[in-house]
């Protein structure tokens, strides 16, 4: 299975700026998956970002708030912008494994704080 | 639409088993089944397809209704490793761009205790 890092693992925001979370593949795929977790709380789809093409967003999230890059097959970007404290959270990119006996591969998440 | 999980919690003792249930209200084709520990990322489990499967490794094993859109996981003789979160994902294409997306269930917490 594909290996993801992602960066910062953490970190403390003041209100009112903004964060980019970055996470890279060890291989090429063709979607990435950004999702949010509240702590103690279930995974939500944020958006999809397909190398290529403007990122699909679900429902509740827009792209002026969370700004998704995908600029090759590697590599993509969020940033979380103009943050209030219902900001803090995990933040997780995850990417779908090839063949239809694998699941997504998580990167090791990113825990922000606003404050 | 987020897949339905029960129980919500469960505490087991070592050696003991357990079964998580996941539905949902959507045609599916694929349930994926996760556990993650506190303060780590989801670790994949498995994936089962539409058709009707059932899967497992070790003492770990799922199934697939896909007519009553369910699938269950079973937990047998159950080890300290086993405790974390366990997250069903369910999966049906997209409506806007025809791909698939992974919509995870509320969780079951388990604890295994000695």
């Known amino acids: 299975s594909a290996v993801i890092s992602q960066k910062p693992s953490r970190d403390i925001c003041q209100r009112g700026t903004s964060l980019t979370i970055q996470c890279q593949v060890d291989s090429q795929v063709t979607m990435m998956f950004w999702y949010r977790q509240q702590p103690g709380q279930s995974l939500t789809l944020i958006a999809t970002a397909n190398q290529g093409s403007e990122a699909t967003y679900e429902s509740g999230f827009v792209i002026d708030k969370f700004p998704i890059s995908r600029p090759n097959l590697t590599f993509s970007t969020l940033t979380v912008s103009n943050m209030s404290p219902e900001d803090s959270s995990i933040y997780l990119c995850?990417?779908?494994?090839?063949?239809?006996?694998?699941?997504?591969?998580f990167g090791s998440g990113t825990r922000l704080t606003v404050v | 639409q987020q897949p339905v999980q029960s129980p919500q919690a469960v505490i087991l003792r070592e050696g003991e088993d357990a079964v998580i249930n996941c539905s949902s209200s959507k045609a599916l084709y694929s349930v994926h089944w996760y556990r993650q520990k506190h303060g780590e990322a989801p670790i994949f489990l498995m994936i089962?397809?539409?058709?009707?499967e059932q899967k497992g490794h070790d003492k770990i094993s799922a199934s697939f209704n896909e007519k009553k859109q369910q699938s269950s996981l079973y937990l047998t003789a159950s080890q300290l490793s086993y405790s974390g979160t366990y997250f069903c994902?369910?999966?049906?294409?997209?409506?806007?761009?025809?791909?698939?997306?992974?919509?995870f269930g509320p969780g079951t917490s388990l604890s295994v205790i000695p």
């Open positions: 994902g369910t999966e049906s294409l997209h409506e806007k761009t025809s791909y698939d997306k992974v919509i």
């Open positions: 995850s990417v779908s494994g090839a063949g239809l006996d694998y699941g997504y591969t």
């Open positions: 089962l397809l539409k058709g009707g």
